[in-house]
């Protein structure tokens, strides 16, 4: 039977999507090039016995309605908060723990600055206090330029917030969306260390230095979800990032979404300058009235769209919307936890986000290096060990770590690749941790690499962009993916975008997906009474 819906790519914004399609009464077909659902956020075996959340790694920000209205609690999902948010090992033998509570984190930092002690209270208020607007904008629509009255009343609406609150609070969304990360955090405090472990934030997913200007957003932008009602906080999935996805699956299939596995996208049809279906890759063509692609915009536009169907001056600007977040990521399986010189014992710290990039000099360093030949000769290295938390995942007394790390450039200089460079780059990684983790190398019993080529070959993730675009001033909100086109709704009649490259952006949210499906059901003036709040 002809679906109502295609979804290009079922990653979790793409299940959000057709969740709520479905949910309103369109048929819906989903299109997933792998062989398994999910994306980005999927658990997989990628060493005998050993199973970690391949790329995606922790939550944070997938959104509470999301979570509400999918059941996905009730389908098995638990995240479990993290004891502290991140530990950072320091050069001279100190570490600083971040999170944990008010009070904890005060205690930490007075190890570094009494002043920055005192400075955090307000420093939480503020932050928190400007995330709350993120969070009211993450599930609206964002207002599309040329959009005439109703674009001009959703922006006074939007804007409204902004413009009713207080100077000083406005003063702190000025700074936070166009300082960068150093000179925003030198205003509030003195310590590198405490600097450091807000600052690294500036740079997950960011191919930036922190003293780039609009880093401080992307600082913010990881700020703005929550664990288990806590605000800020980051968790774990149990069972791995997989157990999100495969928890919307089930909540896809209860409303009676098609989901094909191992059906790869060739081509979005296009016909009379309407989308119209897609063809796969070995020829079978699919046809819906709507098409929605849960893709990024340069995978989408730059591979899947005849350019011919693309009025010319969008495909220009599309091919300039800008990819690449430095990313390169790998999964180890141990044999035993790591011992770090700072903090050699078991413990809480090892439960939290470990951060090996002790100062924002240090991740400065780490881009400039990257921008000159590649990779950095000191990478940015977060390390996660899910097993401490979730025996799941590994054989008894033995571990999975992640390692997220950057910065690593999305193309590398002077015609190499990936393919000739990825195992000495992951082999920099393992000494890097092992620096500060004597023995760690001996540990590493088996080894998953994704260079930046092998996230976009796996994942579709061009250049290897975690956020399927950067999170730069010009390509957010309205701007994002391109300004004009920034509402879910692509430029060509029945086509649409559910996925990160739209607003509110990366990260496992749900939001894109939501909000697109709200489009969606706007303009085919079905809109389901579950968004009437929204």
């Not at 790329?55 to 609690?73: E, F, W």
């Not at 709507?290 to 995978?299: E, F, S, Y």
């Not at 399986?333 to 240090?362: M, Q, V």
Request: with cysteine; hydrophobic share 45%; glycine share 12%.
């Amino acid at each position: 039977m002809k679906p109502d819906v295609l979804i290009v790519g079922a990653g979790h914004n793409g299940l959000t999507c057709a969740f709520y399609l479905a949910k309103a009464g369109l048929k819906v077909r989903m299109l997933e090039r792998r062989g398994v659902v999910g994306g980005a956020a999927v658990t997989e075996e990628f060493y005998p016995g050993f199973r970690n959340s391949v790329a995606s790694y922790t939550v944070s920000l997938l959104q509470p309605r999301v979570i509400n209205d999918m059941a996905l609690h009730q389908r098995g999902l638990r995240i479990l908060d993290r004891p502290f948010s991140n530990f950072l090992p320091q050069p001279d033998g100190r570490y600083l723990l971040v999170g944990g509570g008010l009070e904890k984190t005060q205690a930490e930092f007075a190890k570094f600055s009494e002043a920055d002690a005192r400075a955090l209270p307000a420093y939480y208020a503020m932050l928190d206090g400007v995330a709350d607007v993120l969070r009211d904008l993450a599930l609206q629509i964002p207002p599309n330029a040329g959009g005439g009255p109703a674009a001009l009343l959703a922006a006074a609406k939007q804007g409204g917030r902004l413009a009713r609150m207080p100077i000083e609070k406005q003063r702190d969304v000025l700074d936070l969306f166009t300082k960068s990360a150093r000179a925003f955090l030198d205003g509030w405090f003195e310590s590198d260390a405490v600097k450091a472990g807000f600052g690294f934030d500036a740079v997950v997913g960011n191919y930036a230095s922190p003293d780039t200007p609009g880093s401080a957003y992307v600082l913010l932008h990881h700020v703005f979800g929550e664990v288990n009602g806590v605000k800020g906080a980051w968790g774990h999935a149990v069972g791995g990032m997989g157990a999100i996805t495969q928890a919307m699956r089930q909540a896809c299939e209860e409303q009676g979404v098609e989901i094909l596995t191992g059906a790869p996208v060739a081509r979005v049809l296009v016909e009379q300058g309407k989308a119209v279906g897609a063809r796969l890759e070995y020829g079978s063509e699919h046809r819906a009235a709507i098409v929605a692609a849960n893709v990024g915009p340069r995978l989408l536009y730059d591979r899947l769209i005849d350019p011919a169907d693309l009025d010319p001056d969008f495909a220009r600007r599309v091919k300039g919307f800008k990819v690449g977040s430095g990313t390169f990521r790998m999964n180890v399986a141990l044999s035993e936890l790591p011992r770090f010189t700072a903090k050699p014992e078991p413990g809480d710290h090892l439960k939290s986000g470990i951060i090996l990039a002790p100062t924002l000099d240090y991740m400065d360093r780490a881009f400039t290096d990257a921008r000159a030949t590649g990779m950095s000769k000191a990478p940015i290295v977060e390390m996660l060990i899910p097993s401490t938390v979730d025996d799941s995942l590994a054989p008894k007394g033995q571990h999975v770590a992640s390692l997220f790390c950057q910065q690593f450039a999305p193309v590398l200089p002077d015609g190499r690749s990936w393919d000739d460079e990825r195992e000495a780059a992951a082999n920099l990684i393992i000494a890097t941790v092992e620096q500060w983790a004597p023995g760690f190398t001996n540990s590493v019993l088996g080894r998953q690499i994704l260079s930046p080529l092998d996230l976009e070959r796996t994942f579709g993730l061009m250049g290897g962009d975690i956020m399927h675009g950067a999170m730069s001033l010009d390509q957010l909100w309205s701007a994002r993916p391109i300004l004009g086109n920034a509402a879910y709704r692509g430029p060509i009649a029945g086509l649409y975008m559910c996925g990160a490259g739209t607003h509110p952006g990366g990260g496992v949210t749900g939001a894109p997906g939501h909000n697109a499906a709200k489009a969606i059901l706007q303009d085919r003036s079905i809109l389901g009474r579950m968004f009437r709040r929204a």
